[in-house]
């Protein structure tokens, strides 16, 4: 299994600045995934952040407002530009799990709980 | 990518088993089903995958009829502590990009 950590667990901040999320792995990954979870539902899916390439966005989701670094197989980060308060989510860090050519689970981090004021 | 369908919610009591369906209609060929589970302030765990027929764990068990267009998460016996919302995805083994429905929030009461 992979244990992820998550850095900050939450935080409150003012709307119109940046928060930047650090996802760290204890082993190498080659697929990294970023997810919102809006207060009472679902996980949503924001984007794949894969080493050394661009990450791949969901619809609905643009560079501009959540840029992703992934600079090695281990870390990512999620940024969260000029929040508003619709922006108060948890973000959550997941990554590809299992051996071999098939992946049987994703593993997820504790997740960053995000308040915007 | 297959949608599914769960129920909201459900409620049970301690020492019963507990059946949650899932339905997956438009499910591909190379599809596998998984269950995650889900407390409040955590990531989702992961609790079982199948592709079809019967899978059973320490944990659950999963059924998937022949058509593979619904499975049913079985959890035996039931306690305060399974009390939590299950989720079932629907993708391709491949890779772990899953899309989460609604889930089911599980309320195990004593």
């Known amino acids: 299994s992979a244990v992820i950590s998550q850095k900050p667990s939450r935080d409150i901040c003012q709307r119109g600045t940046s928060l930047t999320i650090q996802c760290q792995v204890d082993s190498q990954v080659t697929m990294m995934f970023w997810y919102r979870q809006q207060p009472g539902q679902s996980l949503t899916l924001i984007a794949t952040a894969n080493q050394g390439s661009e990450a791949t966005y969901e619809s609905g989701f643009v560079i501009d407002k959540f840029p992703i670094s992934r600079p090695n197989l281990t870390f990512s980060t999620l940024t969260v530009s000029n929040m508003s308060p619709e922006d108060s989510s948890i973000y959550l860090c997941s990554v590809e799990g299992g051996t071999g050519g098939r992946n049987t689970e994703a593993f997820f981090g504790q997740g960053t709980r995000l308040t915007v004021v | 990518l297959a949608k599914t369908t769960q129920p909201i919610s459900m409620d049970s009591y301690e020492g019963q088993e507990v059946n949650i369906t899932c339905s997956h209609n438009?499910?591909?060929?190379?599809?596998?089903i998984t269950w995650y589970q889900q407390f409040p302030s955590q990531g989702p765990r992961f609790i079982i995958q199948g592709y079809k027929t019967k899978v059973t764990n320490e944990v659950a068990s999963l059924f998937i009829p022949a058509d593979r267009k619904s499975s049913t998460l079985s959890l035996p016996r039931v306690s305060l502590s399974d009390t939590a919302v299950y989720y079932c995805l629907v993708g391709d083994g491949n890779f772990n990009k899953f899309y989460f429905g609604s889930g089911t929030k599980l309320n195990v009461k004593p």
């Open positions: 438009n499910i591909a060929t190379n599809d596998y």
